[in-house]
């Protein structure tokens, strides 16, 4: 089993920036992807960023050029750096590490989420 801790959520005024922190314990495995996802009443649980062990990363169209996802595959952390943040991304934010098997199935594991709310 792996834990999903995570930090950095809080009240941003628009414009301004964020730094989300997902640290996984130990897990004697390697997580073949890490990522953010976020969800809200008005929306349904959304990608947001996602990075894989060799660096590849996917983004969601509205957070390119604004968000930044980082990953320490030594440490099992990834970051969401998030600049220039708008009302529109005010969520829950959840850290998601995925577990890839030989056989190609694919294991999810969550955190519990963290409140980003971007208002003046």
């Known amino acids: 089993q792996v834990q999903l801790v995570e930090s950095g959520g809080g009240l941003v005024q628009p414009g301004g920036s964020l730094k989300l922190s997902c640290a996984a314990s130990?897990?004697?495995?390697?997580?073949?992807?890490m990522g953010w996802y976020r969800q809200s009443p008005e929306k349904r649980r959304e990608l947001v960023a996602t990075?894989?062990?060799?660096?590849?990363?996917n983004y969601l169209d509205s957070v390119k050029g604004r968000f930044t996802i980082s990953r320490d595959n030594a440490k099992n952390t990834v970051d969401l750096q998030m600049n220039n943040l708008e009302p529109e991304d005010t969520a829950v934010y959840l850290c998601?590490?995925?577990?890839?098997?030989?056989?190609?199935?694919?294991?999810?594991?969550w955190g519990q989420g963290t409140q980003v709310t971007v208002s003046s």
């Open positions: 998601n590490a995925v577990r890839r098997f030989i056989s190609g199935i694919e294991t999810d594991y």
């Open positions: 130990r897990s004697g495995f390697a997580l073949y992807r």
């Open positions: 990075v894989t062990s060799t660096g590849r990363t």
